[in-house]
């Protein structure tokens, strides 16, 4: 038996990027998919397609995950599509780097809202649900940044860290509740963004990294699998880092 079978996942952020490759993850282990992202567009429809093929049900919902009555409603659509929700996982995120002297308002409460209010918002949405079904899943998709902090990117680390607080006080909230809470902190990822990057910082980056490598986005969809399934059934208020030893 598949380790998510029969189970439904709601992914935030994902009809690229980790999201996308979360939500094809979950689905070879026979999770049903629900994503948002803030447009299903040709991205969106792909990953539909690309999810079906696995032989599961999918559904791609337009949100912007910051608002709050907009959850709500897309939620309740989900719940009303599929009949559970049993995984949440917190992806959507942005950044908006700059050095805080420099720094706008502006910036600062785009990142905290996409990547810290949305988290609260779909819980706060998806925990009734979750505590009727006397079960869940929810993972929140921090960073290394989140524990250490990065110059030129306060706003980002900040909203990351608060993911991590966040799943550790749901943890405590609704544990009695067969529900877990736990965060996972990627490091240096290869993904379209890091591609970008000059080859010296890639190369300095990479020095710092024990496992000389960067990692991929099939290490964070395992540890997302392990966190989603029974396997991790006494696992909870946890931050697990997947960094290859880069912040030890």
Do not use: C
């Not at 600062?108 to 918002?121: E, Y």
């Not at 969809?221 to 059934?233: E, I, N, P, Q, R």
């Amino acid at each position: 038996m598949k380790l998510l079978e029969g189970k439904t996942a709601l992914i935030t952020g994902a009809a690229r990027g980790i999201g996308k490759a979360l939500a094809l993850r979950f689905a070879q282990e026979g999770a049903n998919i629900a994503f948002t992202d803030l447009a299903i567009d040709e991205n969106g429809k792909a990953t539909e397609k690309e999810i079906e093929a696995l032989g599961v049900k999918v559904k791609g919902y337009a949100s912007n995950a910051a608002d709050f009555a907009q959850t709500k409603e897309v939620v309740a659509e989900v719940h009303k599509d599929f009949g559970s929700i049993d995984i949440l996982v917190n992806n959507a995120g942005i950044t908006k780097d700059g050095l805080m002297m420099r720094m706008t308002e502006a910036q600062w409460d785009a990142v905290i809202a996409v990547n810290l209010k949305s988290a609260f918002n779909f819980i706060n949405a998806v925990l009734p649900i979750m505590m009727r079904q006397r079960g869940g899943s929810i993972i929140n998709m921090a960073s290394v940044v989140g524990v250490h902090g990065n110059a030129g990117q306060a706003n980002y680390a900040a909203s990351k860290a608060g993911l991590i607080a966040l799943a550790k006080s749901i943890a405590q909230e609704v544990g009695s509740r067969g529900i877990r809470a736990n965060a996972i902190a990627p490091g240096f990822i290869e993904t379209a963004m890091t591609a970008a990057l000059p080859d010296d910082i890639r190369a300095e980056w990479v020095k710092k990294i024990p496992l000389r490598r960067g990692g991929q986005v099939g290490d964070i969809a395992d540890v997302a699998v392990f966190l989603a399934s029974d396997m991790s059934s006494y696992v909870t208020g946890q931050v697990i880092q997947v960094d290859g030893g880069m912040n030890m």
